[in-house]
T-cell receptor, first 116, second 111 residues
């Protein structure tokens, strides 16, 4: 099925461990995003990639790095996990349309990460 | 103050009721999105609006650009509509395609 695929769905890390969240989309979208969702707060942008080869910081980038490996894949890396990074992470993609609007926002199913 | 405010935060309705969820924003935007998040956690895009009104099945979304306000209506609500409904704006203080989200409205529809 077309869409955004995220792996893993669940992960438990110890403080200081590292891991990479993988995201791939098969809709040929140019733009990809990583968001985190915490209780009582709206989704917040960590990093985004407007197109292959470019990445930019979002609202909460500290403690994360990203790689836009190709047009399909956008990974999020936690180099040294901290309990404050316990959250649900969503990858998303979209495509630019006419009139400077972006279409086809599609979200992955999320990764529930716990850092102990 | 959040750029995107939703009300109510929580809403409980009886099956068949007409439901309205409101979203106000404080910045200029290029588009507004309504999203649905089910208990399993997946997020689905319902509507993208830049003006006027859109309808899909029992869902209707409206936007008033001058008043910086949007509403999501659900007619003849059903327990399967129970979910978190999220308003998000595109443009505004951020540029390009990045979305700024409201905190969501938890809707529970009882049979």
């Amino acid at each position: 099925n077309a869409g955004v695929t995220q792996t893993p769905k669940f992960q438990v890390l110890k403080t200081g461990q590292s891991m990479t969240l993988q995201c791939a989309q098969d809709m040929n979208h140019n733009s990809m995003y990583w968001y985190r969702q915490d209780p009582g707060m709206g989704l917040r942008l960590i990093y985004y990639s407007a197109s292959e080869g470019t990445t930019d910081k979002g609202e909460v980038p500290n403690g994360y790095n990203v790689s836009r490996l190709n047009k399909r894949e956008f990974s999020l890396r936690l180099e040294s996990a901290a309990p404050s990074q316990t959250s649900v992470y969503f990858c998303a993609s979209s495509e630019a349309g006419p009139g400077d609007l972006y279409y086809g926002y599609t979200f992955g199913s999320g990764t529930r990460l716990t850092v102990v | 103050k959040n750029e995107v405010e939703q009300s109510p935060q929580n809403l409980t309705a009886q099956e068949g009721e007409f439901i309205t969820i409101n979203c106000s924003y404080s910045v200029g935007i290029s588009a507004l999105h309504w999203l649905q998040q089910h208990p399993g956690g997946g997020i689905v895009s319902l509507f993208m609006l830049s003006s006027g009104k859109k309808k899909h099945g029992r869902l209707i979304a409206t936007i008033n650009i001058q008043e910086k306000h949007s509403s999501l209506h659900i007619t003849a609500s059903h327990p399967r509509d129970s979910a978190v409904y999220i308003c998000a704006v595109e443009g505004g203080e951020t540029s390009g395609s990045r979305l700024t989200f409201g905190e969501g409205t938890q809707l529970t529809v009882n049979p």
